[in-house]
T-cell receptor, first 114, second 110 residues
């Protein structure tokens, strides 16, 4: 693994189904983030975690949950998917101890909820 | 009104032209980021600014904290610069979290 990876790359899901998007980083970054990107709205923060064991709500958290059991993994779960959750999802990470706080992004997951 | 506004939304240029993309924000910030998203979807960080100016190759980013404004310039533009350029701010009160503009779609024609 180099950097930050996401799985799956894309997924078509029936409404009402449960889905977990996976995100893994190997940079030992303490902070991780989940965003959704929608046309005309830009990137919006869903949930974040500043360190393993803690999570926080972003701008659009409803319908999503996250966990941060360890430094490397930050899965995003849709408990009961709805069509409005059709979007491209990006995971990112950053090193809060560094000066730049540059965020590194995963390649994205394209999710379609029918 | 969005906290982060970019202009223009779309920009088409001829190869070799000097390009400017603008970003205005309405909140107090600790840093501003410029990001690039290529047609394949991948997002990479270009700059992080808290004051002044930074240069990397043909890209220059400036920020005026008092005016709450930043610009991204591309000199001698090339078709491979075609991408979406995104401005994001780290608010003083939001810790590590970023607030993003909607992005500027740049197309550079040969």
């Amino acid at each position: 693994i180099a950097g930050i990876t996401q799985a799956p790359t894309s997924q078509i899901l029936a409404a009402g189904r449960r889905m977990t998007l996976r995100c893994t980083q190997d940079m030992r970054h303490n902070a991780m983030y989940w965003y959704r990107q929608d046309l005309g709205l830009g990137l919006r923060l869903i949930h974040y975690s500043n360190t393993a064991g803690t999570t926080g709500k972003g701008e659009v958290p409803d319908g999503y949950s996250v966990s941060r059991a360890n430094t490397d993994d930050f899965p995003l779960t849709l408990a009961s998917a709805v069509p409005s959750q059709t979007s491209v999802y990006f995971c990112a990470s950053s090193d809060l101890t560094g000066k730049s706080n540059e965020q590194f992004f995963g390649p994205g997951t394209r999710l379609t909820v029918l | 009104k969005n906290e982060v506004e970019q202009s223009p939304q779309n920009l088409t240029a001829q190869e070799g032209e000097f390009i400017t993309i603008n970003c205005s924000y309405s909140v107090g910030i600790s840093a501003l980021h410029w990001l690039q998203q290529h047609p394949g979807g991948g997002i990479v960080s270009l700059f992080m600014l808290s004051s002044g100016k930074k240069k990397h190759g043909r890209l220059i980013a400036t920020i005026n904290i008092q005016e709450k404004h930043s610009s991204l310039h591309i000199t001698a533009s090339h078709p491979r610069d075609s991408a979406v350029y995104i401005c994001a701010v780290r608010e003083e009160t939001s810790g590590s979290r970023l607030t993003f503009g909607e992005g500027t779609q740049l197309t550079v024609n040969p």
